[in-house]
């Protein structure tokens, strides 16, 4: 049952042109009732000419004529019309699965290899694409012929309509025997295939390591040990097949020999004509060769179903931060936050945040420091909603974050993060990442504010200079630089600021500090920081500690409070405390 729930859902992903699929079904229709004629036309001719009426002859041979003409029309339409639609809907799942991965949180990303997304995606709209477009343009003929038109032959004869029938069944009963004995096997290969897809996407992404380390040798090993296990499981699957595909290449001689042998009697009986032979040995000939394409399709459907099954899976995956179906657009915030006795673990491990509360008026500028670990990250993961906080709730201007779409609240946030993300586009696109519709005016202002305008018109093509991927064509400083001109043109009335300049030299950080000062006026600012020196004339200082903040209050008054800031100060920057106390 579940292979047939599958495969309806195959189906059912032709919802948006149930027109055309009805329009095939109904011409695969018509094409397997031209088939049936074919032979009983041809075993008439035969009759005909026994008897020896040579005038009847003519009138069969202009239906057969029109028959033929009438099959080539419709195989014609099928081809045409299924083509077209299997092409238009494979693009449409592709980019429905693309859409629904882009809104997955970071925790579904985080347990599922990027190598094995692509993967899934690519082989499974590639299966989809070939499953509709032999079923509509084959299968479906063969299937009609089979479940409705079979049954006529027993109008025609039914002492050889049956001797047919029995010879279908067989075929179809051998045929499901192998399927069953070779679904499971097949599930655990393709389980291997997308172990290979991710092992070899994660290998290629830390190419460096992997060189540096001399990992070249173990890496390639590693390889070749699941493609060993991929051949190990998949040879027994192939081996039934093999004996399949000889049992029903030798199908149609046996089924020829057994409605001869049984004609020829019944022949001899006065029971049926040699015209009735003919046809039913043209029906044996046609279905059996149709069969054996429906044996390799199902064979298709076996060893397709685990990543179809995978497909369906991610696109099934549910969402850990779902717009509520009330949630309010914010339009552009004020900018004040407040945390609420906000408490969050990830999963399987013990709490990240607990009872942290605290409130941020709009245009203040709040840093955030502590050891590693303390749970910083975590807080503005939070605010960005890529999280939901176990318990408390986080609010800014007053609405909890839940209770807002998720567009609108990453409209008003906009951050700048430690490692620069870039995609592998050009410079301008990746600055417009943001604020799409920012004039070259726009963009320039905001790279000459993050000291980036001059390091880019360096560049080959200036800001049409394509960065690489992950921005490996550009230096730390210079993908930080256009990282802060990136929040710059986006604008936001909530900033954060994850280590902002920490791959920046001490010249141009200090440049860059004043670019982002100017940025910080007027707007809500979160700064988390490990080096202190740049927090200094932050409004407010909130130290985590274990997940909770354990102090709070401006550089100087922490530093002469002597407790856990005061400690972190001494480990960096012992002249400055010492100036304060």
């Known amino acids: 049952m579940r292979f047939v729930r599958i495969y309806a859902r195959v189906l059912g992903l032709l919802s948006q042109d149930r027109g055309t699929a009805w ?9 397997a009732g031209l088939h049936f004629m074919e032979p009983v036309l041809f075993g008439r001719v035969v009759d005909v000419l026994s008897a020896g009426q040579g ?17 080539i029309g419709c195989n014609a339409a099928i081809a045409l019309f299924a083509d077209r639609m299997a092409h238009r809907n494979r693009l449409a799942v592709m980019h429905r699965y693309y859409q629904h991965v882009l809104t997955m949180p970071p925790a579904f990303h985080g347990d599922t290899q990027s190598g ?20 509509f343009r084959e299968h479906l003929v063969t299937a009609l012929a089979a ?6 032959t027993l109008i025609m004869n039914w002492r050889l309509g049956l001797l047919l029938v029995a010879l279908v069944v067989l075929f179809c009963a051998v045929a499901a025997l192998v399927v069953s004995r070779t679904h499971k096997a097949q599930a655990e290969v393709e389980g291997l295939h997308t172990r290979l897809a991710g092992n070899a996407q994660d290998t290629l992404s830390n190419i460096l390591v992997v060189q540096s380390f001399t990992r070249l040798e173990a890496e390639s090993k590693l390889f070749g040990g699941i493609v060993r296990q991929v051949l190990e499981r998949q040879f027994p699957v192939l081996n039934w097949w093999a004996v399949l595909s000889v049992l029903t290449r030798s199908a149609s001689t046996l089924c020829v020999i057994a409605i001869f042998v049984m004609g020829a009697w019944l022949n001899g009986q006065g029971l049926a004509t040699v015209g009735d032979v003919v046809s039913f040995m043209g029906f044996a000939l046609l279905l059996i060769s149709r069969l054996e394409g429906l044996v ?33 657009d914010l339009g552009r915030a004020v900018g004040e936050v407040a945390f609420e006795a ?49 318990a408390g709730r986080i609010t800014i201007d007053g609405i909890d974050l839940r209770d807002m779409t998720l567009d609108s609240l990453r409209r008003n946030v906009g951050v700048v993060f430690q490692d620069s993300l870039l995609f592998n586009r050009t410079i301008r696109e990746n600055l417009l990442v943001g604020r799409p519709g920012a004039t070259q005016e726009e963009i320039e202002e905001a790279c000459r504010m993050a000291e980036a305008h001059d390091f880019i018109l360096r560049q080959p093509q200036g800001y049409d200079t394509v960065v690489g991927e992950r921005g490996g064509a550009l230096s730390g400083g210079q993908k930080q630089r256009l990282a802060i001109a990136r929040a710059l043109l986006k604008n936001p009335p909530v900033l954060i600021l994850d280590e902002a300049t920490s791959a920046l030299d001490a010249a141009t950080e200090a440049r860059v500090q004043k670019a982002l000062k100017a940025l910080m006026a007027g707007r809500t600012t979160f700064i988390i920081a490990h080096r202190l020196s740049t927090i200094r004339e932050a409004d407010e200082i909130l130290v985590f500690e274990a997940g909770q903040v354990v102090e709070r209050g401006n550089f100087d008054d922490l530093v002469r409070k002597g407790e856990v800031f005061a400690e972190l100060v001494r480990s960096q920057m012992p002249a400055p405390l010492a100036l304060v106390a």
Do not use: C
């Open 23 to 31: 329009g095939l079904a109904f011409t695969a229709l018509m094409v």
């Open 116 to 135: 094995r997304l692509m993967k899934v995606m690519l082989v499974g709209a590639d299966n989809l694409f070939h499953l509709w477009l032999s079923f």
């Open 55 to 71: 005038s009847g002859t003519f009138q069969l041979l202009l239906v057969w004529g029109v028959v033929g003409l009438a099959g």
């Open 296 to 328: 390799g399709f199902v064979a298709r459907l076996v060893f397709q179903r685990p990543a179809l099954e995978e497909l369906f899976s991610v696109m099934d995956t549910k969402t850990t931060v779902p717009d509520r179906t009330n949630a309010v």
């Open 342 to 390: 906000v408490g969050f673990a990830y999963p399987g491990t013990a709490a990240t945040l607990s009872g942290v509360s605290f409130k941020a008026e709009a245009g203040r500028s709040i840093a955030l420091v502590g050891q590693t670990g303390a749970g910083k990250t975590t807080a503005m993961a939070l605010l960005q909603r890529l999280w939901d906080p176990a």
């Open 147 to 152: 479940f409705l038109l079979l049954p006529l």
